[in-house]
């Protein structure tokens, strides 16, 4: 089992441009997050869902959008990047219990 | 306003000695209580839990200790190992809510000297 993969694992973008982040388990899991991490500030919950075709917001959404399609897999989308999202992003997923398995991260820069 | 806090930055401590990490939460909806260990380039993987009902929970070298008056809770790491030298993240939660209300704290830097 792969576990929690994340594509791309680093990216650099320039003010404005848009870019998808990818996230896929193969645990069956139903919950999954999209967190990022900035220094001092621990994780922190961008949006989550908690089944296929379900999405929600968490404690920091705004600039971003998500889907899931599929059971599967978490899309995270930046419309109009900005350097305040220059930050490591993860993935995770979780059974209905809270223990969460996370992805290894994708950096990016936002210039 | 920062819900769950780990006060201290980073930790240094020699090999075989004993790791404290402290974690403090201000919300008393929380009921479940995690750790979890990032090493760099990775993503955080899950160490040990502990549910309100109890105030230790223990799995090999690490313990958790759970004082619920004083909204305080410890990871204990005995014997330290060089490849204990992590970040580790503090969580808290409201248990059967799948994970969307965890409250991460901020991380403490743990160095195992050897």
Same mark, same amino acid.
């Given at each position: 089992?792969? %576990?929690?993969?994340?594509?791309?694992?680093f990216r650099? =973008?320039?003010?404005?441009? #848009?870019?998808?982040?990818?996230?896929?388990?193969?645990m069956n899991?139903?919950?999954?997050?999209?967190?990022?991490q900035?220094?001092?500030?621990?994780l922190r919950? $961008?949006?989550?869902?908690? &089944?296929?075709?379900?999405?929600?917001? %968490?404690?920091?959404?705004?600039?971003? @959008?998500?889907?899931? =399609? *599929?059971?599967? @897999?978490? /899309?995270?989308?930046?419309?109009?990047?900005?350097?305040s999202?220059?930050s490591v992003?993860?993935? !995770?997923? #979780?059974?209905? %219990?809270?223990?969460?398995?996370? %992805?290894?991260?994708t950096? /990016?820069?936002?210039? | 306003?920062?819900q769950?806090k780990q006060?201290?930055p980073?930790l240094?401590?020699?090999?075989?000695?004993?790791s404290? =990490?402290?974690?403090?939460?201000?919300?008393?909806?929380?009921?479940?209580?995690l750790?979890?260990?990032?090493?760099? !380039?990775?993503?955080? +993987?899950?160490?040990i839990s $502990?549910?309100?009902?109890?105030? *230790?929970?223990?799995?090999?070298?690490?313990t958790?200790?759970l004082?619920?008056? !004083?909204?305080? /809770?410890?990871?204990? $790491?005995?014997? #330290?190992?060089? &490849?204990?030298s992590?970040?580790y993240?503090?969580?808290?939660?409201?248990?059967? +809510?799948?994970?969307?209300?965890? $409250?991460? &704290? !901020?991380?403490?830097? =743990?160095?195992?000297?050897?």
């Amino acid at each position: 089992n792969a %576990g929690v993969t994340q594509t791309p694992k680093f990216r650099v =973008l320039k003010t404005g441009q #848009s870019m998808t982040l990818l996230c896929a388990q193969d645990m069956n899991h139903e919950y999954m997050y999209w967190y990022r991490q900035d220094p001092g500030m621990g994780l922190r919950l $961008i949006h989550y869902s908690v &089944g296929e075709g379900t999405t929600a917001k %968490g404690e920091v959404p705004d600039g971003y @959008n998500v889907s899931r =399609l *599929k059971k599967q @897999n978490f /899309l995270l989308g930046l419309e109009s990047a900005a350097p305040s999202q220059t930050s490591v992003y993860f993935c !995770a997923s #979780s059974r209905l %219990g809270n223990e969460q398995f996370f %992805g290894p991260g994708t950096r /990016l820069t936002v210039l | 306003d920062q819900q769950v806090k780990q006060n201290s930055p980073s930790l240094s401590v020699q090999e075989g000695r004993i790791s404290i =990490l402290n974690c403090d939460y201000t919300n008393s909806m929380f009921d479940y209580f995690l750790w979890y260990k990032k090493y760099p !380039a990775e993503g955080p +993987t899950f160490l040990i839990s $502990i549910s309100s009902i109890k105030d *230790k929970n223990e799995d090999g070298r690490f313990t958790v200790f759970l004082n619920k008056s !004083a909204k305080h /809770l410890s990871l204990h $790491i005995v014997p #330290s190992q060089p &490849g204990d030298s992590a970040v580790y993240f503090c969580a808290a939660s409201e248990s059967n +809510t799948g994970g969307f209300k965890t $409250i991460f &704290g !901020a991380g403490t830097r =743990l160095f195992v000297k050897a």
